[in-house]
């Protein structure tokens, strides 16, 4: 399979619904089960045996086959932190300092590996995506 033929196959099998990143956000439904930072994303997934780094899932990122739920950018104002529930008056993807990734499809800046003013999050559901993802580049 081809790059392209790859990224078909997982969008035809895992669509994900428009805005699911902001909507989970701003429903509250990740108390239970919180998202996870890149570095704790990665070290989740090589306790169970996957084969992964920060920058693999960046590069699978701008390939359009795994993205993270959303992104934030640290603002460069003194502002109150992102909080998950979302606090009145403090929603960052209004703000702009959020943004949700969740969509394989939809085309959004992906910042540089080595850049500290962005942060993203996964799900620990996200697992078996990644694991398609990554037998799928098994040669």
């Not at 996957?50 to 640290?74: C, H, Q, W």
């Amino acid at each position: 399979m081809n790059k392209e033929q790859i990224k078909e196959s997982v969008n035809n099998l895992l669509t994900t619904p428009l805005n699911a990143g902001r909507a989970i956000v701003e429903s509250e439904a990740l108390i239970a089960c919180p998202l996870l930072g890149t570095n704790k994303f990665v070290r989740f997934c090589r306790d169970r045996g996957f084969s992964i780094d920060a920058e693999r899932l960046t590069r699978f990122e701008r390939l359009g086959m795994f993205n993270p739920i959303f992104r934030v950018k640290i603002p460069n104002e003194d502002t109150a932190p992102f909080y998950i529930p979302i606090r009145n008056g403090n929603n960052w993807f209004k703000k702009g300092w959020a943004t949700d990734t969740a969509d394989l499809n939809k085309a959004y800046a992906i910042p540089d590996l080595n850049n500290q003013d962005h942060e993203a999050y996964y799900s620990i559901f996200q697992i078996d995506h990644l694991s398609i993802v990554l037998s799928s580049m098994i040669i």
